[in-house]
């Protein structure tokens, strides 16, 4: 790049420490009059290592004239290049791969990120910060009265709703639950809003859950706490989200009055109450309760009760709720919008916005069964990407209650659909007369830049109700409606907010860019200009015909920093978490620092991966033989470019993904080093050791055994193949993680050490984090994780580095010692659901 | 005045010295305890007694100058730690020794005087205090690449946390490292001539060798720090049964311990251990000490000896002809003394049912024991060291305790093995004031180890749980050391052997004492106990409730997750060795519990993993959705029952709540 005076200026090399620049950008929100959009942004802080969060906020008058400088300075095609990018890289990839894959070999889409110039930025001076230094302040919305905004803050202590308002800048304080609110949502009229906050019930019998501790009564609390024992008497007493075991607090609900007047918490008679949502007409919330014991502890049902907590009343019976998402009313109160899993009998399963009718709790599927046009179901857990701090809900009903909007994934792109919630019906009604959203859409798409943000439901004129005379998603033969592309993300949508008249404000990445707010199709921040002095490494799609001929698989291929044409380079292949999760091509500072270092990263999505419809995850593929022969090909195809060295792969991976590492380096001579990050790896002890899978979760056979049901999980364990271990190995372990367990560090530490003495291994134990720890866990921890990765690749990875594994060029897979266990290591049956929830994070109460 | 029945709460009330000494030519002893928030200085003769403080906390390990002048102690200075203090018992005046960044622990004086030797967790390199050290975050990660980094008590070992020798000029002064690197140097004396010393190191071993120590001795004077390996190819007694080697009077030769060579690679358990005598000069090793039927090893190691804490368990005479031990010998903790011109088999000098587990140096023919009895607290005597006859009660603690609680005696019962091969010795504790013709609900309580052996030591626990109206059957099954190798063999803990010795206890003592009510038995027990009382619950069928602490319950989570990690290698395969550790371990056979289980356990126990508490806690509860299974996990505590006020007493009634709702 040539500098102002024409010399060359040198980029910095992505380090792991790079990360501590970053900026998180979070829930945005857009004001009723679309003249303002708030979000929250998070940035780690050195000495603690915490996140702290603040809310910004810029007013349309600037982007204006941020917008007429940035036309005048004729940098709109960048701009436009880039959303236009989108749109057709979706067409390309998703239809055309998608159905014609099988034969054409690959595609590549441009991904070229278009890159901000300074003059396009001046309108961030209008940037406001609405938090002051010391606290931290999140979940912003904005009041449809177009003066104030509520939001969370931890002025006195822990996280209280309070209202700001906007013009005078005075603030006022609505709750003071005890130890905090979790999320809250408004009422229709935004007179009252319905809050989740940690209790205890000691709190509730005492009278004390409005009362806010000071500094020493909190201090003192906490030392009481400490001493306290962990009780269990249930199954699910412990949870990887909760760091581990609770002292006996649990989420509860309840709702008051904007004024602060009228504070209640909805008794429940002891069951946990999580995802409060408040009716349009403010009578009734719902919520997601705890209704059983054992191995259902976890399972959510959906209950209603009036705003003062009377008449509460189960509704749902035997669901499966993703439980991570507040029930959206629909227009009428009559019915609920939830996110359910869709269980098929191939053991594939997807996340579909069901619509539960609060009267009889009868539900249906808002999106047929298989409708994998465009997207399978709502969002797919996120890998390999930036992922802190709250997130905003990820599906949304439009104000006329006609369309849910919602965020979700396909072929490696996250983007914004929506689906009609009277089903085909009453969209083949609207269409007759002549108010067609489909239409409203595609015009949407013909203003081709604006993508996001076209008023994609006209807020007036359209009575859902009207159209249809039924209730949403009501009654026999519904049909549901196809789904639409309301906005593709470019290259990645994460998060977006929508007021009344259907304005839509998103977070947005890119592969060279994090998060930033994007309005009418164009970028409104820029949270992350210091990357601009950073080489960042390239990227390319890969799409390829699985060699068993079953699917269409996907992978990225990133380039060294600085790549050469005819230098030879070593690579890694990262295996994502999950296993039902979705790379997309977003920034993340982990690839960008492997490449920094002058590797390539080879990441992609094997069988068993989500956003790639039904058929790639059943049949439990992610633990057999495909899911690994994905892997490989990946690796295989990649080298086949001829830039890399064969014979200096490494390959790493956290959870499931640390799980494919031990079985990639125990099955194959395919690798030349690996890290494993918080890795599964015996199944023998972590039965009841982490978090997940109860044997009585089916039914209990008569003549069951403990000892068949351990030595099944114990023979064909990737541990079984421990003296294949032949390659220098890094663990990487969170002490607090209970998905998987520490132990299950140690349990690859020891054996390692023991019977292959002449291996390097090395482990890495982080106090006080858990199996989230790479994303959530301290700037210090998250760093120290990424250093650990990146020296190990680069010592045993690097030319001259001894080679323990042999001829790596030679792929043999391997039988475990003793012949007879030569099958597919297959993880027990009660792994996977609660596999998937691993990546998806905060299930209940983070 | 009546007496009241002991309590729980009683537990943080009983006094415990933290070490003592005698000065004979004074007459005079010196202890300490959480109690007396000083060091007390009594004068034998006229039983006045004087408090000694820095003005400090916690004041232990006092000891006086060899010339009977001074009393060095450790007092923990707000801000700076535990540090050395001397005592002029002629001016009255204090004088701070040590400025250390870090926590001083086992101070000895030399022989002349002038230097003050003790042992500090450090940094691997010399001026390195790592412990203490300011710049590191306290949430650093650990990197772990060899065997041996985590300890329980001590949590994760890291180069900056190792058992280091200091040595100091008792004037005061600079501190100087003698010891560095990722090895421990443990149990350290000096030489007669103040310029050397003797200590237990790993030095030379491998991490692996997780028992494996040798001697080295370490110039403390001109060359400080250089370091001569005296044994070789020897296990020196350190873990779990210490003792400090001694130097014969004459500076030649040092007297330490050794491990039975044969026994420690058969993989059964730590091993007997007998005295050895080094040559100086050459190394030359010559066994001294034999082990008889009067006497089995030079090590003792009770589980409930009550007394002897910051007190050595090995002397040796002035005139370097006796040395002066303490050894476990049917359940009870005997004073033996070895004559090294003898023909190597011990003297008992003192035994009887009580336990003595300290022994302070031995002056113009006599020495101060530490000792406790079946109701009776520890305190400290002087005795005649040819007679071993108690001249003086010198100290005595709890002894507030003991004006208001009454204590209770167990009775002995002897049974012989089903298998004819040997004796279980053990007690039947009644419960307090118990009515005649009653019967009463009974806890077996299976001790840890298996190693350890029940004595005649008081044991709280047992006192409170027979307060609340249960009798309590104890013993020393297959495993229990002090009964013979024979008898201690690992092996027998482990295969069934041990199982039936307890059933057979309970059944004989069921026989013998009409308290006891066969219908209402429970389990308890930690550690090894703990893995008795699950093998318990999932085998046998004579109890009622289980109460399982500090449990084993998956042989695979033992071997990897434990600070003492096992070994795969006996296996060719690893999914072998895995299959049959799992036959091993109690949670393979969960579906079989099928009476009330409750679980306790510690977050930070590293010995037995609270894993296995968790894994063992699903398994029953997953199977058994309607048994009661309750599992309590208690913060801040290791492989011990919880001694924190805050905890100890809600430990105590889980348990005894447990057993009063199913028996």
Known sequence: ?846 | MSKRLPEFADCQKLERFNGGDYCEKKNLVCYASAQTKGIVVKNLETGETKLVTAGGSGEANPSFSPDGSQILFLSIVKGQGRQIFCHDLETGENRQVTQIRGAAMEPIWSPDGTKILFGMIAGAKKGESGAASAKKRPDEPVVIEDFGYKFDGMGFITPDNHWQLFVVPSAGGEAVQLTEGGYDYLHANWAPDSRTIVCVSNRFRSRQESIGYDLLLINAAEKPGETKKLSEGSWIVSYPNPIRPVFTPDGKAVIAGILNPEMVNANRGYPEAYFFRFEVETGEKTQVFFGDETCYQCVQFPYNAGCGWGMDKVQISPDGRYVYFVSGWKGQGALFCLDLEGDGHARLLAGGKQVCHGISKVQNGRMMVAKSEPDLPEGYYILDAVTGEVLQKAAQSAEALLEEVEFGRPEDLWIETLDGESMVHGWAFPPHRRENGKKYPTILYVHGGPHPFYTYGLTMEFQCLAAQGFGILYCNPRGSSGYGWAHENMERAFDGSAYYDLLQFVDEAVKTFDWIDGDRLGVTGGSYGGYMTNYMATHAKKFKAYVTQRSISNELISYANSDMQGKSTDYVSYEDFMVAKLKESAVSYAERVDKPLLILHGTDDYRTPVEGAHQFFVAVKDLHPDLPVKMVIFPHTGHEQPSHPKLQKLYYQEMVDWFRAYL
């Open chain 1, 1 to 846: 790049m040539a500098g102002a005076k024409g010399q060359i200026i040198m980029k910095k090399q992505f380090k792991p420490d790079s990360m501590k620049h970053i900026n998180y950008v979070t829930w945005p929100v857009i004001s009723e009059d679309g003249t303002r959009i708030a979000w929250v942004n998070y940035h780690g802080e050195e000495e603690g290592g915490t996140f702290p969060s603040k809310i910004y906020y810029i007013e349309e008058t600037d982007l204006e004239s941020a917008e007429a400088a940035s036309v005048k300075n004729g940098l709109e095609g960048a701009e436009a290049a880039e959303a236009k990018a989108g749109l057709e890289g979706m067409e390309a990839a998703s239809v055309k791969n998608g159905l014609e894959g099988a034969e054409a070999a690959e595609v590549k889409v441009g991904l070229e990120d278009g890159g901000l110039a300074e003059e396009n930025l001046r309108w961030t001076d209008g940037r406001i910060c609405l938090t002051t230094d010391g606290h931290s302040e999140k979940q912003p919305v904005f009041l449809k009265d177009g003066v104030h905004m509520a939001y969370l803050s931890d002025e006195t202590g822990e996280y209280q709703v309070f209202l700001r308002n906007l013009e005078t800048g005075g603030t006022r304080q609505i709750t003071t639950l005890r130890h905090g609110v979790l999320r809250y949502e408004l009422n229709g009229a935004q007179t009252a809003l319905a809050f989740e906050a940690t209790l205890w019930p000691e709190e509730l019998e005492a009278g004390t859950e409005f009362v806010e501790m000071n500094a020493q009564e909190k201090a003192d609390w906490e030392e009481e706490l400490d001493w306290r024992p962990y009780y269990a008497t249930d199954l699910t007493y412990k949870m990887d989200e909760w760091h581990g075991m609770r002292k006996g607090e649990f989420s509860h609900v309840g709702t008051v009055n904007l004024d602060g007047s009228g504070a209640q918490v909805i008794n429940t008679n002891g069951m946990e109450a999580i995802y409060p949502a408040y009716s349009h007409d403010g009578e009734m919330v719902a919520f997601f309760g705890y209704p059983y014991g054992g191995a259902k502890g976890r399972r959510v049902e959906l209950f209603v009760c009036g705003a003062d907590g009377s008449g509460l009343r189960q509704v749902t019976k035997g669901a499966v709720f993703t439980a991570d998402h507040a029930p959206v009313f629909a227009a009428e109160d009559d019915a609920v919008i939830t996110a359910a899993y869709q269980m098929y009998e191939d053991g594939s399963y997807a996340a579909l916005p069901w619509c539960v009718d609060l009267e009889d709790g009868q539900g249906q599927f808002l999106i047929g069964e298989w409708d994998e046009s465009i997207c399978s179901g709502l969002h797919p857990a996120g890998a390999g990407r930036l992922d802190l701090g709250d997130k905003s809900p990820y599906m949304k009903l439009s104000a006329d209650g006609r369309y849910l909007y919602f965020v979700s994934g396909f072929r490696g792109k996250n983007s914004l659909y929506r689906v009609n919630v009277y089903g085909e019906t009453e969209k083949a009604k609207a269409e007759a007369a002549g108010e067609t959203g489909a239409e409203t859409v595609s015009e949407a798409g013909a203003e081709a830049v604006s993508g996001i943000g076209a008023e994609a439901v006209s807020g007036a004129g359209v009575n859902a109700k009207g159209a249809s005379g039924s209730k949403a998603a009501g009654g026999f033969g519904f049909r549901p409606a196809k789904v639409e592309m309301v906005a593709e993300g470019a290259t990645d949508l994460h998060e977006f907010g929508m007021n009344s008249s259907g304005q839509i404000a998103a977070c947005m990445s890119s592969w060279k860019r994090p998060c930033e707010i994007w309005k009418d199709g164009s970028l409104r921040t820029d949270s992350n200009s210091w990357l601009e002095d950073y080489e960042l490494a390239d990227v390319e799609e890969v799409n390829l015909t699985s060699r068993d001929k079953k699917a269409m698989l996907q992978y990225f291929l990133v380039r060294p920093a600085g790549w050469r044409e005819g230098k030879v380079y070593p690579a890694v292949l990262d295996i994502k978490g999950g296993p039902e999760t979705m790379y997309s091509l977003t920034f993340w500072h982990e690839f960008q620092a492997l490449a920094g270092a002058g590797m390539a990263v080879i990441f992609g999505q094997p069988r068993g991966s989500a956003g790639f419809g039904r058929k790639y995850l059943a049949d439990e593929v992610c633990w057999g033989k495909e899911a690994m022969d994905d892997l490989l090909q990946f690796v295989d195809d990649a080298v086949s470019r001829g830039w890399i060295d064969r014979a200096r792969v490494g390959v790493t991976g956290g959870s499931y993904g640390g799980y494919m590492t031990n079985k990639l380096i125990g099955r194959t001579k395919a690798f030349a080093a690996a890290v494993t990050q918080r890795c599964l790896a015996n199944t023998a002890t972590s039965y009841g050791t982490g978090d997940m899978g109860f044997v009585s979760a089916r039914e209990i056979p008569k003549d069951f055994r403990m000892l068949d049901y351990l030595t099944n999980r114990a023979r064909g364990n990737i541990i079984s193949y421990i003296d294949h271990f032949k390659v220098p190995l890094l663990i990487l372990h969170a002490y607090e993680d209970y998905r998987c367990g520490f132990e299950q560090a140690e349990q690859v530490f020891i054996p390692m050490k023991e019977r292959n003495p002449e291996i390097p291994v090395r482990l890495v134990m982080f106090p006080g984090e858990n199996h989230g720890m790479t994303r959530t866990g301290k700037l210090h921890h998250q760093i120290r994780h990424l250093e650990e990765m990146v020296n190990w690749f680069v010592k045993y990875l690097d030319e001259n580095a001894p080679r323990f594994g042999g001829d790596m060029s030679v792929q043999t897979e391997m039988e475990p010692c003793k012949g007879e266990n030569g099958a597919a290591a297959t993880c027990t049956d009660a792994c996977e659901p609660e596999a998937q929830r691993t990546e998806k994070g905060g299930e209940t109460d983070e």
